[in-house]
């Protein structure tokens, strides 16, 4: 089964509204990738963050990787519906690169 | 330089037919691999490889063979297409660096059905 579990599933938020999605690991990663995918379009790298307590911004997203490496979020701030997509988080495992199911989220205008 | 492409875009099948997705990447990448995606179950990894002669299989590699003859190219073999594997496939490729994967360049995704 998926070993990187993301939450939540869907999120639907009034544009201006923050948003929050979390990412958790049963074992330490060395690192963690978010990657974001348009509607019927293909993944596209976002960032990757390596270090414990790691804290990267990226104008309105803010990404930040756990103190014990097991868990990863991404915030974004004030939402845009150009922020409308599904949002993923990817973790090495056994030599693999596993992603989590991804959280979609609409935006209303 | 046209990163990751895959061939086709659109197939639909019959059941018991066999069929070869295409992935070719022309960035020198190490890493490449398959996935599947279907509605709640996120990017399902098929199988992957870290060079060329080399091919693991990742977390749902039932159905379905993979090759690596060239650094280039990575193509997905699907054996006696069954009804399970309808899906979404994208392709992705990434350089490796300091024992992780870096960046994955994905491909723009072949759709299937089969029938």
């Known amino acids: 089964g998926q070993q990187v579990m993301q939450i939540p599933q869907y999120q639907h938020v009034q544009e201006g509204e923050d948003f929050t999605t979390y990412c958790n690991s049963s074992?330490?990663?060395?690192?963690i990738q978010w990657y974001k995918q348009r509607p019927g379009g293909h993944p596209v790298f976002l960032i990757q963050?390596?270090?414990?307590?790691e804290v990267k911004k990226q104008k309105r997203l803010t990404f930040q990787f756990g103190e014990a490496k097991k868990n990863s979020s991404l915030h974004i701030t004030a939402t845009q519906t150009t922020d409308v997509g599904t949002y993923f988080c990817?973790?090495?495992?056994?030599?693999?690169?596993?992603f989590g199911q991804g959280t979609t989220l609409q935006v209303k205008p | 330089n046209a990163g990751v492409t895959q061939t086709p875009k659109f197939q639909v099948l019959k059941t018991g037919q066999s069929m070869t997705l295409q992935c070719a990447q022309d960035?020198?990448?190490?890493?490449m691999s398959w996935y599947r995606q279907d509605p709640g179950m996120g990017l399902r990894l098929i199988h992957y490889?870290?060079?060329?002669?080399?091919?693991d299989q990742g977390e749902v590699p039932n159905g379905y063979n993979v090759s690596r003859s060239t650094t280039e190219d990575f193509p997905l073999r699907l054996l006696s297409a069954a009804p399970s594997q309808t899906s979404v496939y994208f392709c992705?490729?990434?350089?490796?660096?300091?024992?992780?994967?870096?960046?994955?360049?994905f491909g723009p995704g072949t759709r299937l059905t089969v029938l």
């Open positions: 960035m020198n990448h190490e890493y």
């Open positions: 963050l390596v270090k414990s307590g």
């Open positions: 992705a490729s990434s350089s490796i660096g300091a024992g992780a994967y870096n960046e994955q360049f």
């Open positions: 490889s870290v060079g060329a002669g080399i091919t």
């Open positions: 990817a973790g090495p495992r056994t030599g693999k690169l596993i």
């Open positions: 074992t330490t990663l060395s690192n």
